[in-house]
């Protein structure tokens, strides 16, 4: 077929080019999704998994979290249950939003950065290129498919040690990453430009898992709607309730949507989208006059998506306080071991909180990742020259992104915490906004120290700033499971997220938040200085 003309060639170089960072990526996932399998045993006592079933089975707000399980005996709630619980959607997403990012970069992003245009200018077939990006994404997710069932099998741990289910398991997770890239690769051809493609896929996975935090709690079954669902209601390790069908769905999905993503490309012309762009100003505003105006303007569409992005998951989050309330009146199980209703509710809501702030910390910080990692994104496009040859100094540029980045990720945090604030209203138990806001706003600590980290990054090794995607990665990691696992102390350190004061179930600590700024500033300061010194990247 001649639109497929060369797409053997176009695979083979396409291998060379990203072989290192396909092993990264597969044993980046490996670690990220079996490395807590050998620390589940500390869930094997009886009393353990009776408390955990209690807290991720009935309570409605960790069901929204976790997602759902078909487990209805808390003596049934053994090692399996609770991995595939815990560990099925975080890890299908994870593998999603990698898969988003690698195909759109591959593919669109190529695009507008003029090489596809140069590829095909030799004899290639125009879906050459898009072709080979899918076998890749296959082979690999085959690869991690059977690296990650089996690397849990040799880990022989009672409860995990099913191959079927382990198989079950990763092909859930790797389905998902595979139907999400030909999401991605469909919503590339429609859009005018890769950042647009980027932002509505993530804006579709964000919408659908805020859909199916609604349909967790409430009803289960509509979650078959949702191709996000598809991964945890395959329920890997509850044997008996175990169900393929998940997989198929996302996979034929996937089949669908690639067809679709053929059509779309065959189509078009390079460079273009089916929806059109929208038209410019005769005449500059008055705030391009301004470096801080220009860098706002290029980036406001994706700034005002997360912050109401954010509000509204806060909205969400904020919707599951009342659930908890009734979930600890009428559960005797959970007032028993916290001692009292008014002790449960204090105690339950506030390591609620916890999980909750640090996890749209989290996201916060992606946010303010994506921002800052613009600054050498600039550079590789070769338009950091331009301004330079204003008189703008390279002091003014790198604080204006600094600043810029952490204003901005200081107010996405804002909106989740206000959000959190207003959808708890009217409750029986509601919180003051003191009591959300000091909680909420500790966590921007955590992620200064974040952009502190990438603009070390962006200052000595600006070809590697991706590599700050592996540190938030951990990061959700240990927030999410790493209260349950039994996870060393040397690794558990290795988290800023470990060091910032857990309020309102742990006092104050301005010592240790102090330190942490002191740090965070220094290391900008050794960025600027190191920034001042080198030679600006070109492609």
């Known amino acids: 077929m001649k639109a497929l003309y060369k797409t053997t060639s176009m695979f083979e170089s396409l291998v060379k080019r990203d072989w290192i960072k396909l092993i990264i990526w597969v044993f980046g996932m490996l670690a990220f999704a079996a490395s807590g399998a ?122 995990l040690n099913d191959l079927g289910s382990n198989l079950l398991f990763a092909s859930t997770t790797s389905a998902q990453g595979f139907m999400w890239g030909m999401i991605a690769l469909c919503l590339a051809q429609i859009f005018p430009e890769s950042g647009s493609a980027k932002g509505a896929t993530f804006g579709l996975l964000g919408l659908l898992y805020i859909v199916r935090m609604g349909t967790d709690v409430s009803h289960s079954r509509l979650g078959w709607l949702n191709p996000l669902s598809w991964s945890y209601l395959t329920s890997p390790y509850a044997l008996g309730h175990e169900n393929w069908l998940g997989v198929l769905l996302s996979l034929v999905f996937a089949v669908i949507v690639l067809a679709a993503a053929y059509l779309f490309e065959i189509k078009r012309d390079v460079n273009a989208g089916y929806l059109p762009e929208s038209g410019g100003r005769i005449h500059a505003k008055a705030s391009l006059l301004s470096l801080p105006g220009l860098l706002l303007t290029l980036q406001r569409k994706m700034i005002i998506g997360w912050f109401l992005a954010v509000f509204v998951l806060g909205l969400v989050y904020g919707s599951m306080f009342s659930q908890m309330s009734q979930f600890i009146n009428s559960n005797a199980t959970i007032r028993a071991i916290f001692v009292g209703s008014a002790t449960a509710h204090q105690a339950i809501v506030g390591n609620f909180m916890v999980t909750l702030f640090s996890i749209l910390s989290i996201m916060v910080a992606a946010f303010a990742v994506i921002l800052l990692t613009q600054m050498t994104a600039e550079e590789r496009k070769n338009r950091q020259e331009q301004l330079y040859a204003l008189p703008i100094s390279r002091i003014k540029l790198y604080l204006t992104y600094i600043i810029t980045t952490i204003f901005a990720s200081a107010i996405a945090q804002f909106l989740a915490i206000l959000g959190i604030y207003l959808e708890q209203l009217g409750n029986k138990n509601a919180l003051t906004f003191s009591q959300v806001l000091e909680p909420g706003t500790i966590w921007i600590v955590a992620i200064i120290f974040v952009i502190s980290l990438l603009s070390l990054l962006v200052s000595f090794v600006p070809r590697l700033t991706g590599i700050i995607w592996g540190y938030i990665g951990f990061l959700l990691f240990m927030s999410y499971l790493g209260h349950i696992l039994a996870l060393p102390d040397w690794l558990q350190k290795l988290s800023i997220y470990n060091y910032i004061p857990k309020l309102p179930i742990e006092k104050m600590d301005w010592t240790t938040v102090s330190i942490i700024l002191v740090l965070s500033v220094a290391m900008m300061i050794i960025a600027l200085v190191a920034y001042r010194r080198r030679d600006l990247i070109n492609g």
């Open 38 to 159: 050998g620390k589940m045993e500390v869930a094997s006592s009886p009393a353990t998994a009776s408390t955990l079933y209690a807290m991720f089975v009935q309570n409605p707000a960790m069901v929204a979290l976790f997602g759902p399980t078909l487990i209805k005996n808390a003596s049934h709630y053994t090692i399996g249950p609770i991995y595939g619980q815990t560990m099925t959607l975080i890890t299908a997403i994870t593998f999603a939003i990698i898969s988003i990012i690698y195909v759109i970069n591959r593919t669109r992003k190529e695009e507008d950065d003029g090489i596809a245009e140069l590829f095909r200018s030799f004899p290639i077939g125009k879906l050459a290129n898009t072709t080979a990006v899918v076998i890749e994404l296959v082979l690999l997710h085959i690869v991690m498919t059977l690296v990650l069932a089996f690397s849990i099998q040799a880990q022989n741990v009672t409860g």
